[in-house]
């Protein structure tokens, strides 16, 4: 079974610009996650979808930062505008249900310059 | 809240040396507790896991013991191989609700022949 892809896997954009950045999960997982690792500290959790349903935002930093997950399968997480403390790996994850279940996808490094 | 503390890194060993990673945690309830990797390039990749007091998790010749009574889960490995070099995660996994993980910093491990 494909694995979770997330696209692109760099960007590197300026201050004031929008990034969008994508994840397809396992097929037929419900469960999708966001998560990001700004430089040398913990890989925060940011929100998680139930099919298209957003679950949990807790952790979005602020309203910069935008999910969405349309027809509950792919997921897009848009930043706009960027700041350069927005710069980190984002990591997507999937599941079927509990957490011991999750598959991690490559991440996406951001670097806003 | 929940949380994990983890060895700061980095941490560098001759091949076959013994390896241990600490890790601490927090946490209501009774969450699982894993140990990702995240190899050069790669993305994150579910190490190990134990879902219980004093289950212990095992994988690729690490292990990892669920202790209760000192909130521990430290990583070990018998004899390190230059191919462990990576940076290695603790994580605490929430039940219910949005089923979120708690990552620690990393600890950056570099093996050398």
């Known amino acids: 079974e494909a694995g979770v892809t997330q696209f692109p896997s760099h960007s590197v954009i300026e201050k004031g610009q929008t990034v969008t950045l994508r994840c397809d999960p396992i097929?037929?997982?419900?469960?999708l996650y966001w998560y990001r690792r700004v430089m040398g500290k913990e890989i925060k959790f940011l929100l998680h979808?139930?099919?298209?349903?957003?679950?949990?935002e807790s952790g979005m930093p602020n309203n910069r930062f935008l999910a969405e997950r349309t027809g509950g399968t792919y997921s897009t997480l848009k930043v706009q505008p960027a700041e350069l403390e927005d710069s980190g790996v984002y990591f997507c994850?999937?599941?079927?249900?509990?957490?011991?279940?999750?598959?991690f996808g490559s991440g996406t490094r951001l670097t806003v310059v | 809240g929940n949380s994990v503390t983890q060895m700061e890194g980095p941490v560098t060993l001759s091949e076959e040396a013994f390896l241990t990673i600490n890790c601490t945690y927090t946490?209501?309830?009774?969450?699982?507790l894993f140990w990702y990797v995240q190899y050069p390039g790669e993305g994150l990749q579910l190490l190990l896991k134990?879902?219980?007091?004093?289950d212990k998790g095992s994988n690729k010749g690490f292990e990892a013991t669920y202790r209760k009574e000192t909130t521990s889960f430290h990583l070990e490995k018998g004899s390190v191989q230059v191919s462990d070099s990576a940076v290695y995660f603790c994580?605490?996994?929430?039940?219910?609700?949005?089923?979120?993980?708690?990552f620690g910093k990393g600890t950056k491990l570099t093996v050398n022949p």
């Open positions: 994850a999937s599941s079927q249900g509990a957490v011991r279940g999750y598959t």
């Open positions: 097929s037929g997982h419900d469960n």
């Open positions: 979808f139930v099919k298209e349903s957003k679950q949990d």
């Open positions: 946490a209501t309830g009774y969450p699982s």
């Open positions: 134990a879902t219980k007091a004093d």
């Open positions: 994580a605490l996994g929430t039940q219910g609700g949005s089923e979120k993980l708690v």
